[in-house]
């Protein structure tokens, strides 16, 4: 016997309901919304939007409902991301958008920087023709050769939070989501008055939380950026306006970094791992404890471990 597992919305589960109407049966298991028998397969749909298919044919009947032939686990996410009412417009690809996103978040050292750009429809062709794509596909040197290109043709806004600025707002209670939100929306606002008159046709954050939680770390902002709003995860492959942003983000992150490196007087890894403890240490060994609120987000768990290291 075979099984096989789908998600799917609740429209689809309706849908299957009234296919399968001849061959429900009345015993439902609990969270279940209907079960039913086929002569090779039982099919139990659930509340949760599972489908669960058992017997020689599952994998055959669960196919018809699995339209685009993609791993369960893809679905799974498919179905989630469309969970909020900020999933960008199938053509939003054509559009003129601002994206947004962020690059430093995961670095111990070195700052965030946060970029919002603007690409009208008719600059996707040369922005193509540059070379901007997903960024996660190139090395630090191929974005700082592509931005420096990028940069010239399109209007963007580049907001950068050094480690003193950033360790003070998390000591003040902020969390890394509530930064990012208002660091997102005071670079689309920046970019939105730079571009006017020009209305795009909509703006797309590179998604990193919630809707509902981004914009209530927005309340009591003076001006919100909410309008023909869109939030997607993998943006950079949505639009090409957020890989060119995260492109601008990454560059002036390196250049930063960079910077730090020399001030140092010493190589700062970036991530946050074991390499970053023992670089952190040194610098503690170097410059003193006080030195890491200049160079590194102080609330990550690599300053105790650094900490320690340094003592030994
Ligand atoms: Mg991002």
Redesign the pocket.
């Known amino acids: 016997m075979s099984n096989s597992v789908i998600k799917v919305t609740t429209g689809i589960i309706e849908k299957m309901k009234q296919h399968y109407a001849r061959s429900l049966i009345e015993k439902i298991p609990q969270g279940g919304v209907f079960v039913a028998k086929l002569p090779s397969c039982t099919i139990t749909a659930y509340k949760s939007g599972k489908v669960l298919f058992q017997g020689s044919s599952a994998t055959q009947e669960s196919e018809k409902w699995n339209n685009s032939s993609q791993p369960n686990d893809q679905i799974t996410r498919t179905s989630k991301k469309v969970q909020h009412n900020y999933a960008p417009p199938s053509n939003i690809a054509s559009l003129s958008i601002i994206g947004s ?3 430093g978040t995961g670095d111990y050292f070195g700052p965030m920087t946060v970029v919002a750009a603007y690409v009208h429809k008719d600059r996707i062709p040369l922005l193509k023709e540059l070379g901007v794509k997903d960024s996660k596909n190139l090395n630090d040197e191929q974005i700082c050769s592509i931005a420096k290109d990028i940069i010239e043709v399109i209007p963007y806004s580049l907001l950068i939070l050094h480690n003193p600025k950033y360790n003070e707002l998390q000591k003040s209670g902020m969390t890394q989501g509530k930064i990012k939100t208002l660091l997102h929306n005071q670079a689309i606002v920046h970019l939105q008055k730079k571009i006017a008159p020009e209305k795009p046709n909509g703006i797309l954050v ?1 998604q ?1 939380a919630e809707p509902n939680v981004y914009f209530k770390h927005l309340s009591g902002q003076k001006q919100i950026a909410r309008d023909n709003i869109f939030f997607s995860t993998k ?2 492959g949505v639009h090409m306006a957020v890989a060119a942003a ?1 492109i601008i983000a990454r560059y002036s992150f390196v250049k930063e970094f960079e910077k730090l490196s020399k001030k140092a007087n010493m190589e700062l890894p970036k991530g946050a791992g074991a390499k970053v403890d023992i670089a952190a240490a040194k610098l503690i060994n170097k410059l003193g404890t006080s030195a890491l609120n200049d160079f590194t987000k102080l609330h990550f768990a690599n300053t105790q471990k650094a900490m320690k290291i340094a003592k030994k």
Request: proline share 0%; glycine share 0%.
């Open positions: 996103d962020e690059v590179d990193f943006a950079e995260s």
